[in-house]
């Protein structure tokens, strides 16, 4: 298990790896100095500060929770791992063998319906290593987990198209409220918050941020509600009835699924139960002594006979962080400006493919992770919008200085905790050769594998999206009030404390 290697530790001369139960074993407060000292382990896993004249003093055991956790970029905390022991594909084939033992003894009745959600980065990350086509990877997924129990696998995609649409809505309705100003005291930049790394980086260490992220559940929540909402509601059962799993590209989703606003108090339940990485999925099914190679290709479900996903797995146009920059943009350039382009020419433009008159792209400091799209006035050539996608923490920290000082002239920024987004998500699959230039190879693989899936058709676009909407909102659609409740989340800073690692960025 390795941890990111954008953390150092200071004023510690001894590391102590790190165990389930403590992550933090002693307070070193800063003095400008270091005063020598070292810390010992006691023979009973008691910590000692030692002092240069071999003075020991006992220091007390600090306990870790989800609360101490910075879900740090694609690395495992030890509160993850915690978190792991409790969300794992054990969870789920223990679920399962429990609804097998009820359906046995005649108590089906008793059974909870089991959904299955899969990631498009995660398909792609399967894709990659089966050397299969994604629609493929879905259809022999989706034949593997029926046979061993579950009764719905569905695609992401579906409600990353719902979370897209109403991330467009809320940046318009932000833009006109600020009327294009950006900066304190003004509803603008957005900062999407799809990225539980990026979400738990801000509450816990610039709190300031938060009310410029946008409150738009990532798809994961959103696919969340809607299984354990609108689906339980059809299937005339409660969302405690239902057990639902995610497979997701990364750990910090499994963080994402517990915060306490994705918890039913009335129920007892969680949006999202239980949340299995790319490489555990990949696991279990070694473990069953399954493959992916092997299995046959089964037809893919859908909540409606219009789901444009029911028979091919399409994506969105844009990166593997999921397509907010490029369809936020198109969107926001029609409804403000009245400028027609769509997200397929922002996403050409941002690979370098497409020389657009209305579009300037560029890469900061030449880093392919942080780069800054304009939108331009046809008749001045000024910017209109100015947008940036922003990956990786060596980024993050730059733009969160920028904003801080009020240097950011961005309306919406796109970000993602691991460089080079999603497809770099710490629970994807790894290559065989552990060489940095091999790792840098396989997800620009994956990455291409994920763009180019199928073409991308707006969500705006999708029938069944539509249909959705209409069956779950009423008239009113994104307008009414449970629709707000159900696609919107908030943001809790938290108080900062010392820290006991001396943790620098």
Known sequence: MSFSGGLRLT????????????????EVKKTGQSNGSQIKVGQEGDYYEVSKDGEETKLEKAQITLNDC????????????????????????????????????????????????????????????????TLSVAKRMTGLLKGMGVDSVFDSAFTRDL???????????????SEGKVGEGQSLPVLASWCP???????????????????????????????????????????????????????????EASRDDFYNDIYKTREVDCVVTTGE????????????SDAPESTLDSLFKTDRTSGSTLTSAGTSAGGGLEYVMSYAAHALFGIEITPDQVAAAGRGELQHPLL?????????????????????????????????????????????????AYHYVEVAACPSACSNGGGQIQPDDPSPA???????????????????QPPDQNPALK??????????????????????????????KANPLGVSW
């Not at 897209?164 to 932000?174: K, P, T």
């Not at 409150?215 to 354990?228: A, E, F, L």
């Not at 091999?438 to 199928?454: N, P």
């Open 11 to 26: 004023d510690l001369n001894d590391y102590i790896t790190p165990g389930q139960e403590c992550i933090k074993p002693v």
């Open 360 to 408: 300037q792209v560029k890469a900061v400091r030449n880093q392919s992770d942080h780069r800054e799209f304009s939108l331009l006035d046809p008749a001045t050539g000024q910017p209109r919008l100015q947008f940036a996608a922003v990956y990786g923490f060596r980024h993050l920290q730059n733009l969160v200085r920028k904003l801080k000082s009020g240097r950011s």
């Open 163 to 177: 979370t897209l649409v109403e991330s467009a809505r809320e940046f318009v309705q932000r833009y006109a409220r």
């Open 438 to 456: 091999a790792k840098k190879q396989w997800v620009a693989e994956s990455e291409r594998i994920y763009a180019s899936t199928e073409p991308s």
């Open 281 to 292: 999925f990949d696991r279990m099914m070694t473990e069953k002594g399954l493959s992916l």
């Open 467 to 496: 249909e959705l909407i209409y069956d779950w909102f009423g008239p009113e659609g994104l307008d009414s009030d449970l629709a707000q409740t159900a696609l919107h989340t908030q943001f809790h800073g938290v108080v900062a």
């Open 70 to 133: 910075l879900a740090c970029s694609g690395c495992v905390t030890s509160a993850e791992t915690v978190l792991i022991t409790m969300q794992s594909h054990h969870e789920l084939l223990s679920v399962l063998e429990e609804n097998q033992k009820l359906r046995s003894t005649g108590q089906a009745d008793q059974a909870r319906h089991v959904v299955v959600t899969v990631a498009p980065q995660s398909r792609a990350s399967l894709s990659l290593k089966y050397r299969m086509s």
């Open 197 to 255: 790394g990026w979400v738990c980086y801000a509450e816990k260490t610039h709190a300031e941020v938060l009310p410029w992220m946008s409150t738009v559940k990532s798809p994961q929540q959103t696919m969340g509600t809607v299984v354990k909402s609108y689906m339980a509601k059809k299937l005339g059962t409660t969302p405690d009835r239902i057990y639902h799993v995610a497979v997701m590209m990364c750990y910090d989703k499994k963080l």
